[in-house]
C-alpha cells in the first residue's frame, strides 16, 4: 500500500521525504504551509488530501509530510519544524502549555472495538490482555483506555498499529487477538471471518476524532492560507456528505494514492458511504459545544486533568478562521 514504508521505525525527527500528490505548483501565492500528518496515506485521509490539492489550487503552498505518529506529529509542530498537525493533542496543550490550538474538527469518533472470539467474548476476557490501537495520544486509545475504566479491566499492554486496515488485517492473519477499528475494517472482518470476530458495546463516547492544530502565531501570520483550506474543508466535507460517491471521482482526478491495491480501491466508496452514515464528518468543523464533550471524553479517558467544568474552550481552541469560512460558504 502507498507509503506503507512510513509505518517503520524512525527517529522523532521529520522523516526525510515530503509528499505531494497532484496538480502543480500554485499559480498565484496566497501563503503557505506545512502539515503534519501523524499516519500513512490510506483510504480513510482521501477527503483531507482531497481538500489540500483544492486549497492548492486556490494558491496556497501546502507541504504534507507524513510522521510514524501523532505525538510525533505534535512534537514538530510545538518544535515549529512543521504548521499544521493533525490530531487532537488535548494532553500535549494542557501540560505542555504551548502556544497551540486546535481550529478544525475533521471528524468525530466512530469506532468499533473488535476481539477474536476464540480467545475473548466480552470486556471483562480483556483483563490482563493486550489490545492494539492507531497511536499513542489517538482517540481509539482513549476510548480503549475508557472502556477499561468502566469495565474495571486492566491492558497487559497497549500496542500502537497505524491504521485501520492494517490493525483489520492483523485481526484476520492472528497476528492481534483484540483491537478497535473502523466500520470499513469491521465490515472486512465480518466478510471474511462470519462468526470469528465480535464487535464489544461502547457507550458514552461523543467526542473528536481528528482536528487540525496549529500555533496560535502562524494563524495569525497566514490567517488568509488558513481560512482557504478551512473553506476547502467545509465544501469538500459537504460534497461527501451529500454524496460519498464523489470521492472514488475525486481520487481519480487529482491522481491521489495512484498504487492503492485492487481490494482497497473497491472499499473507498463504501468506507465513505459506512462514515457518512454514523455522520462521522461534521458539516460545521466543529462547536464549542464539541468541545466540551471533548473535555467529558478526553477527561475520563485519562488525557485531560482536572475539573471539566473549570477548562476553558479558548485555552485549547479558536474558532476564528472557521467563522470566517463559515461566512463565505455559509452554515449548515
Known sequence: ???RGLTQTVGAALLAASFAFGGSAPAAAEGKMHIAFGDIATVESLNFLIAIERAKERGVDIQLTFF???????QAVVGGQADIGVGTPYALIQKVKAPIRLFYQMSALRFFPIVNTEFYKSW???????????????????????????NGITFSNISYVPGSEVRAGALLQGNVKASIVDSTGKNMLESKAPGKFAV????????????LYANTEFLKAQAPAVEILVEELLKTWREINANPEVVADLRKKY????DLPPELEAEVVPYYEGAVGTKAFPNDGGSEAGVKDDFAFYSLAGQIEGDTASLKVEDFWTFEPLKKALAKVGAQ
Open 68 to 74: 510514524k505518529s501523532e505525538d510525533v506529529a505534535s
Open 200 to 211: 464489544l458495546p461502547m457507550e458514552g463516547v461523543n467526542a473528536t476524532d481528528e482536528a
Open 255 to 258: 491522481n491521489l494514492l495512484s
Open 1 to 3: 500500500m502507498l507509503l
Open 124 to 150: 471483562k476476557d480483556l483483563d490482563g490482555q493486550e489490545v492494539a490501537v492507531h497511536s499513542r495520544g489517538s482517540g481509539t486509545e482513549a476510548i480503549m483506555k475508557l472502556m477499561a475504566q468502566k
